[in-house]
């Protein structure tokens, strides 16, 4: 018997689950190449917006932060554009750009909680029904009970039961390994971001 057949003895909420698996499946790896295709700044280019900053060359970070593609020097453009005119409005910026970011990388990973979530659930209800056409074969038994004709049922009250933990514990597997890669991402960038709000702090105080 192979995987499909056994699969299908579990009923329509088979289906319902694999679906379900799949859309788990594209968040994930969706997620998770936006993760990894995202560009971090290096030390040195950040040490040398640093050192500008401090020096109030305000102009010579903002063509580095132009010309650099990672998404620190996107949140840092934001910020740099206010300096001049509002130094409190640059520090708002920059934090708010920071937001956008981390929201930007935290969509759809509800998604997978929700998941994690409502599949054991969805299994469990397939036990339910499954165990109540096994009930309701027994009842319109005539000549004894027929293990063949309770077959179906309890198929259907084993599978679902199965599939629905293991989609939901894949889930939830994805689930915590992208939160645990954006919170370190982020973690990363509200370091960067504040020592750079502290060299602009430092030029107000200059002033």
């Known amino acids: 018997m192979s995987l499909f057949d056994v699969a299908t003895k579990g009923g329509g909420l088979m289906l319902v689950l694999l679906i379900l698996s799949i859309i788990s499946?594209?968040?994930f790896f969706e997620r998770y190449f936006k993760l990894i295709?995202?560009?971090r700044i290096d030390k040195k280019t950040f040490e040398e917006i640093r050192a500008l900053v401090s020096e109030n060359k305000v102009d010579q970070a903002i063509k580095i932060t132009e010309i650099n593609t990672s998404y620190l020097s996107a949140v840092l453009n934001k910020g740099f554009q206010y300096i001049k005119n509002d130094k409190n409005l640059a520090q708002e910026a920059i934090e708010n750009e920071a937001i956008k970011v981390v929201r930007d990388l935290e969509k759809r990973t509800n998604s997978l909680s929700t998941i994690s979530s409502v599949a054991p659930l969805i299994g469990?209800?397939?036990t339910v029904t499954g165990m109540i056409k096994v009930f309701i074969k027994l009842e319109q038994a005539?000549?004894?009970v027929d293990i063949q004709l309770l077959a179906g049922?309890?198929?259907?009250?084993?599978?679902?039961?199965v599939g629905g933990l293991v989609v939901g514990i894949i889930s939830l597997l994805f689930y915590n390994f992208l939160i645990g890669?954006?919170?370190s991402t982020a973690n990363d960038l509200e370091s960067d971001c504040n020592q750079i709000i502290l060299q602009i702090k430092g030029i107000d105080n200059e002033a």
Do not use: N, S, V, Y
């Open 25 to 27: 499946f594209i968040i």
């Open 142 to 144: 005539q000549a004894g």
């Open 124 to 126: 469990f209800l397939g």
């Open 153 to 161: 049922g309890i198929w259907e009250a084993m599978l679902t039961t």
């Open 181 to 183: 890669k954006i919170e």
């Open 37 to 39: 295709r995202l560009k």
